[in-house]
């Protein structure tokens, strides 16, 4: 090629480059979009419990609040840890986040099993949320996760009904009649049962029915009527004790890795907080509707007889509860810390609530309890 050749292809060059850089510099640049930041979740639940539902409930509602940049995965129990390792998995970043119960931790700290297991002073569940959110109860359940190196950014929601007894295979009419019985619970209503005379098992929910099965348990008590027939209670056993003080203020726990949780957009943690919220709601008005027709569908359908727990039972577990306290406060300055807190918020606002709210029995009695036929005349 001649140099006038190579001078006039150098020329031309130069134009089209500038010719494309004005181009570009007079319309906005085309950015390939990026994917959605996922998190890889696990649950404590088996995949057909009512809870492991209410788990999803709140990652749809994420996925949807945020638009399509943020994706919650949710897995059940056992797809990547065992249910009560979960927030080891959490902490250490194997899994970005869970859904469980503070109780399930119990064995690291005491303390938290304040968050569920025991009276509450009174407290339910609503009332205890409350006492975390505007009580102190949060800073505590972080100063608690600090002491035991927990790298996890934690938020309570979704307040439950009381508990029942459990499941047993004749009714229960006094305390004694826990002592030699192979019982299955969590948290510190371990010790209250242990105190009531009770072999106690802790067990996560999908193994509670098969234990059952084998023999392996004589008893158990997991939580609703909506979850117990969905994890096969009715299949073995007929009696189910309602009513009960061992975990009659309990919520759930939607865990964080927090490392994972602090390098999101600050956009993307206020969706994921106030989620927790909107979800906690939700879950309160679903959990009304699902149990009240299962706990109808379990004596219709599946032959299972309810009892209410004797009154003299019931104080027999505050009588233990009283002792369990005095002992872990004793070891424990955290769980004393903790423990005092919850009285202080209760005093009050039990009180505010018992002088309050009218009584629903009442009310109910008047439109559904059948009433009493009027006497025959007397013959004159």
Known sequence: ??????????????????????????????????????????????????????????????????????????????????????????????????????????????????WGSGPAFGMDANMLLSWHKYGGGKDLLDEVYKAVNLNVVSFLYGPMPTQPLGWFKKPVTKADDFKGLKFRTVGLSIDIFKGLGAAVNALPGGEIVPAMDRGLLDAAEFNNASSDKLLGFPDVSKVCMLQSFHQSAEQFEILFNKAKYDALPEKLRKILSSAVEAASADMSWKAIDRYSKDYIELQTKNGVKFFKTPDPVLQKQLDEWDKVAAAKSAENPLFKKIYDSQRAFAERAVRWQLDTYVSQRMGYNHFFAKKAAPAPAKKG
Do not use: C
């Not at 001649?2 to 500038?18: E, P």
């Open 1 to 114: 090629m001649s140099d006038k050749a190579v001078s006039s292809r150098r020329k031309f060059l130069a134009g089209a480059t500038a010719a494309s850089g004005a181009a570009i510099a007079g319309f906005p640049a085309i950015v390939k979009a990026q994917g959605p930041t996922t998190l890889r979740w696990q649950s404590t639940w088996p995949a057909k419990d009512i809870f492991h539902e209410y788990a999803v409930d709140y990652a749809t509602r994420v996925n949807d609040m945020s638009g399509g940049d943020l994706k919650i995965e949710v897995l059940p129990a056992g797809s990547v840890v065992k249910a009560f390792d979960l927030i080891d998995a959490v902490s250490k970043g194997t899994l970005d986040g869970g859904h469980g119960v503070v109780a399930y931790w119990y064995g690291k700290n005491s303390a938290m099993a304040l």
